[in-house]
């Protein structure tokens, strides 16, 4: 619950800088408050953004073209992260300082032609041929490629391109970083829960390590007894103690039927003065028993108390039968 909870809060953060990060969902307004653009053409054009997206740019010297994104380019939801590859650098620039993009929508392309070098060309060539550039940018599953031409014309130039998500597109993008969210936050959990893991084995071991190296205080039992129906038999062998904290029962249960059976749960019950007391602990002796087949086994248990029960009685449970010793 918590991780989903998070990872929802996650995406509704991001939604939030989805709806915040297009300035012409801000801008755009008209009469009745309706949506329009044209007023606003001039300096902004939309572009829709999918996931390939090609279009043709003309930059000016001095008249940079500005591309906004309708999310943070550093956002850490969005993977792929950002990358630029810029096939004319000589000519054409693109906004890549980190300080310039971290936390920012926008990235910057520029016309960085020296002006002599231009003033050269346009001498020895008669007149002004554009060069042209390719930038290809991929960011969050979306691939731009943008075909870049030099123009010396200001009214051939638009100074923001605005990227826009439709409302599928939009939840699309909110539904990928909220998934992403969780897998990163199942992976972290699991991370740790591996390492507790890890760390519960080693102290289990270096535990085991210590009781066995300990010689247990023994009590022998040496009882053997009979199910009512004679189809189970039971011997308990003794009792050991271990660093006064846990008990050993060693006994040994036999199939004496003539089929196999599944043996699901054993239980050791202390009776007092008629009293019952079950006593908690774990037998390794819930497996399948051939016909004729004896089983050695051991219970464990934190109960350092039972030898003061007159009686003990054993619950053998199988898939449809359970057998009451009693000793």
């Known amino acids: ?81 950002l990358n630029i590859f810029n096939a004319n650098s000589s000519v054409f620039k693109v906004t890549e300082d980190e300080e310039r993009i971290t936390g920012q929508p926008v990235l910057d ?15 020895e060539e008669g007149g002004f041929r554009p060069i042209l550039g390719q930038i290809q940018i991929s960011i969050g599953g979306y691939y731009i490629a943008i075909e870049l031409e030099s123009t010396l014309k200001p009214n051939d130039v638009v100074p923001n391109y605005v990227f826009q998500l ?65 189809q189970i038999s039971l011997y308990v062998e003794r009792f050991e103690y271990f660093n006064d904290r846990y008990g050993v029962i060693r006994f040994e249960v036999s199939n004496q039927s003539g ?23 774990y037998s390794n002796c819930v497996d399948w028993l051939e016909k004729r087949e004896t089983r050695q086994c051991v219970f464990v248990t934190q109960n350092l108390g039972v030898h003061r029960f007159n009686k003990m009685e054993t619950v053998i449970s199988g898939e449809e039968d359970s057998w009451s010793i009693v000793w």
Do not use: C
């Not at 970083?177 to 591996?194: G, I, P, S, T």
């Open 1 to 81: 619950m918590f991780k989903t909870s998070k990872a929802i809060i996650v995406g509704f953060a991001l939604l939030a800088t989805l709806t915040s990060a297009d300035p012409l969902d801000q801008k755009r307004t008209g009469v009745d408050g309706e949506a329009t653009v044209e007023n606003l053409t001039e300096f902004f054009k939309p572009k829709e953004l999918s996931p390939f997206t090609s279009m043709r740019i003309k930059v000016m010297p001095d008249r940079g073209t500005r591309l906004i994104f309708p999310f943070s380019l550093t956002d850490e939801n969005l993977k792929p992260t």
């Open 166 to 230: 439709s409302e599928e597109k939009r939840e699309h993008l909110i539904d990928l970083a909220v998934d992403r969210h969780k897998q990163a936050l199942d992976m972290e959990y699991k991370a740790r829960f591996d390492a507790l893991d890890e760390e519960a084995e080693k102290r289990t071991i270096k535990y085991v390590a210590d009781l066995i190296a300990q010689d247990p205080e023994t009590k022998w039992i040496k009882v053997e007894e009979e199910s009512a129906d004679q």
């Open 109 to 123: 392309i520029e016309y960085v032609e020296e002006p002599a070098e231009i003033q050269r060309r346009f001498k």
């Open 259 to 281: 089929r196999g059976m599944e043996i699901s749960d054993i239980q050791f019950i202390g009776l007092v003065d008629e009293v019952e007391e079950k006593i908690d602990g």
